[in-house]
Structure formats: C-alpha cells, structure tokens
Nanobody
C-alpha cells in the first residue's frame, strides 16, 4: 500500500526554522512529482510548494517564497520542506502529497491533482 509519512513538525518561535520530511513507500518515488500543502483550522487546504520528479523545477506559493525550500532525495524516497523565518501565519498542519508524473511536464498546484497524501504534521509558530 502507498504510505506517505510526514515528520519534523513542532512548536517554534517566530523567526525560527523547521525541516519537514516526508518518507514515501509503495510507489515508484521517482515517477512522482511531490508537493507540500498546509491547512489551518477552519481554512481550505492551500498549496505551499512542489517539485518535479528529478527536483529540477520547484515552485512556491507567494506567501512562502524566499523562506521555504522544497527538495527531494530519490534514493531515500523522501521529500523535504526547509522552513526558515517562520511566521505565526505559517501555523498549520502540513501535508505532503504525491502526483504521478511519469512522461509529463510541469507542476500542478491544486490539491485535487495529487493522488496520495500523508496524515500531516503540525507546525505551530508562536509570536
């Protein structure tokens, strides 16, 4: 079965950093573009970052650009989200997601495009 397991969340002060990890199993990892999304209580799930199968192309939501970095290690079946200069408005549950992309170009930013999802990891940023 397909599993995506996030880790690395926690409570940090504004201005701090966290690195989230998402370990995938049950898929041919290199065939999947990967993304990070987040959801705050009472809010819609929103796109944060995504990258292509090889990691050669990355894209970010405007709200995190310049502060967050998405990367992947295909040998470890893992995608990362390095989060720096965290703000209270970054507080949310962060989810990783996988989109089958073999033979396809470009990235997708809508949650509905991603077939597989992790359970999420809580990130709380205090002021």
């Amino acid at each position: 079965q397909v599993q995506l397991v996030e880790s690395g969340g926690g409570l940090v002060q504004a201005g701090g950093s966290l690195r989230l990890s998402c370990a995938a199993s049950g898929i041919t990892f290199s065939s999947y573009a990967m993304g990070w999304f987040r959801q705050a209580p009472g809010k819609e799930r929103e796109f944060v970052a995504a990258l292509t199968r090889s990691g050669g192309t990355r894209n970010y939501a405007d709200s995190v650009k310049g502060r967050f970095t998405i990367s992947r290690d295909n040998a470890k079946n893992t995608v990362y989200l390095q989060m720096n200069s965290l703000k209270p408005e970054d507080t949310a549950v962060y989810y990783c997601a996988a989109r089958y992309a073999a033979g396809l170009n470009g990235l997708k930013y809508a949650a509905r495009e991603y077939a597989y999802w992790g359970q999420g990891t809580q990130v709380t940023v205090s002021s």
